[in-house]
């Protein structure tokens, strides 16, 4: 199977192939083995070295916790390298449940795209919330220590051109 995911408007090509109890996957044309259980970390090899990953999904979101960093994907229709991410997101929810550890942006401030928006703790890992594009905030849905369920609006964006 093979899936395209966009992350800082990059476009990855991922393809997985199933062997036993284990997936190989092909991203961008590198060889990765991988161990995957659902609602487990994923346990990786990546040129020898072991690497674990924590990880959710939900819809054409994916979200990856490694090395003390959270990297939120979208899934993409197209199979091209290299363009911008289709529709970004708007409004920006929350992955899973959890806690509002801190707000970084506040209502009426442009931010870049990548830009760390809102910092949650979900099952003692740290995810971060990021504008896909260029965009201006329009509102801050939460505050610092608050407990949100998954799917609860976070911080809503508009495009930082006004359209």
Do not use: C
Request: charged share 20%; hydrophobic share 40%.
């Amino acid at each position: 199977m093979k899936f395209h995911y966009s992350y800082r408007g990059q476009t990855y090509a991922i393809e997985l192939q199933s062997q036993d109890e284990h997936v190989q996957a092909v991203i961008n044309d590198q060889r990765v083995e991988a161990d995957i259980q659902y609602g487990q970390p994923l346990q990786l090899s990546m040129a020898g070295q072991p690497v674990q990953i924590a990880w959710a999904k939900d819809g054409r979101n994916l979200w990856l916790h490694v090395g003390g960093r959270s990297y939120h994907l979208q899934r993409t229709a197209g199979g091209r390298s290299g363009g911008q991410a289709a529709g970004a997101e708007r409004s920006l929810r929350a992955p899973m449940p959890g806690q509002v550890r801190k707000v970084l942006v506040q209502p009426g401030q442009l931010v870049a795209a990548g830009a760390v928006l809102v910092l949650l703790e979900a099952m003692k890992m740290e995810v971060r919330i990021t504008a896909g594009q260029p965009a201006k905030v329009a509102q801050v849905a939460v505050s610092e220590g608050q407990s949100v369920d998954k799917d609860q609006l976070l911080v809503e964006l508009e495009p930082a051109d006004g359209r």
